[in-house]
């Protein structure tokens, strides 16, 4: 297991790979693995290969405040209700108004149905109902996106949830057990700072490359994912 923990990872696809070799366990299970768009694709796509799993995608939004778009506070999940996680302490703390929150919820939703349109081609999502459902990211810093994440997967009555990531801070850990029946973790190094430091190469992804993986997963369904789809 030490070599999990060798750091950096050298881009999402070697974290991909060490996440799936910590998943091992799991080849012969009837899973289902849930990436977060845009970095969490590449890493969730090496465990979706080892596992010979079907993908799909969870798409949620961060909740940035207004003068800090990458300071969350609060996330939103796609779905006909919306499911909203608020970070109340930092909203408190930041003095961001009911008002302020919509209006960046609403603007967040239009992102989440421009991405559904262009990433998932038309597709119908896959329901985690009664399989292992397996959510991955390329890291975790605060947890409000993953939290969003969990709670609607949780909500579609998965046999089990399990939260996969290469990294993330003990804190945010500790925080999101209670959402999940396992999390594999491959570091929590302290201090942390953001996820970024912990890779060489931390390139955005692009909206290419999801369709490009996605893609492939639409037209190559492993065997075992029959009656996946919802």
Known sequence: MSDFFALPFRDRADAGRRLAAALSSYRQEDCLVLALPRGGVPVADEVAQSLAA??????????????????AIGAVVDGGAPIIVRNDDILRATGVSESEFKKICALELEEIERRRRLYLQGSQPLDPKGHIAIVIDDGIATGATVRAALRAVRKRDPKKLILAVPVAPRAAIAELRPEVD?????????????????????????????????ARYRTHLPKHAGGVRS
């Open 54 to 71: 079907p993908m799909d995608l969870l798409l949620v939004r961060k909740i940035g405040a207004p003068w800090h778009p990458e300071f």
């Open 182 to 214: 396992d999390i594999v973790c491959l570091a929590t190094p302290e201090p942390f700072g953001a996820v970024g430091y912990f890779y060489s190469n931390f390139d955005q992804v692009s909206d290419s490359e999801v369709i490009a993986i996605m």
